[in-house]
């Protein structure tokens, strides 16, 4: 199994720009979710996803934030505007019910 | 609410010393299940461990334990002979019964361990 996969594994781009990261999750599992890690704030959950449908997006920062997952295999996370402060590392994890999360690489987003 | 308290923000152990990582947690859930994940240099977050909470028993991987004790909301993560692979930052999490899955994070321990 190839895991959780999030691409790209880094990201820079200018304050402004529309910005998405994109994450494939393990294949069978129907939990999705997006977490941010910041120095100052941790590891914090932005949303997840249960059958490829939104359960909580309460964690989402604001309306620049938007997350998609069209079908079992694939998830977008898009930020519109960028700005400085979404500088962090972005993780897409999956699992299936009553089991641990799987974690992807990452993607390192640095605004400038 | 739930809350994850790792006071230890570093800590930093001779090679083969022994070192206890420290997780204390608060939730009104009778229910509910304890992870650990390991944060080594290269980014990744790596699952370790789950208890939930009707098992006290405590656990032994290799050097790796694990000490739940619900009568002080604790789960302490033990390293037996510390190596210097086992640099990283630890996670302590919780996750409710019926929370579909998401996890609630501690703010981690960053280990170092020295040759």
């Known amino acids: 199994d190839a895991g959780v996969i999030q691409s790209p594994r880094h990201e820079v781009t200018e304050m402004g720009q529309e910005v998405t990261l994109r994450c494939k999750p393990i294949s069978g599992h129907d939990y999705l979710f997006w977490y941010r890690q910041t120095m100052m704030r941790g590891l914090e959950l932005l949303i997840y996803f249960n059958n490829n449908v939104p359960i909580d997006d309460s964690g989402m920062p604001e309306d620049r934030f938007s997350a998609k997952m069209p079908n079992a295999s694939f998830s977008t996370l898009k930020i519109q505007p960028s700005e400085p402060r979404d500088s962090a590392v972005y993780f897409c994890?999956?699992?299936?019910?009553?089991?641990?999360?799987?974690f992807g690489n990452g993607t390192r987003l640095t605004v400038t | 609410a739930q809350k994850v308290t790792q006071a230890q923000t570093e800590i930093s152990v001779v090679e083969k010393e022994d070192v206890t990582l420290d997780c204390v947690y608060e939730t009104r859930d009778t229910t509910y299940y304890l992870f650990w994940y390991k944060q080594p240099p290269s980014g990744e977050l790596v699952f370790l461990i789950r208890r939930n909470s009707f098992d006290e028993q405590n656990e032994i991987s290799g050097r790796y334990s694990w000490n739940f004790q619900k009568s002080t909301s604790s789960f302490n993560f033990t390293i037996t002979a510390s190596q210097v692979v086992d640099s990283a930052v630890y996670f302590c999490a919780l996750r409710r019964n019926n929370a579909g899955n998401m996890l609630t994070f501690g703010g981690g321990t960053r280990l170092m361990v020295k040759p």
């Open positions: 994890a999956s699992s299936q019910r009553n089991s641990p999360l799987h």
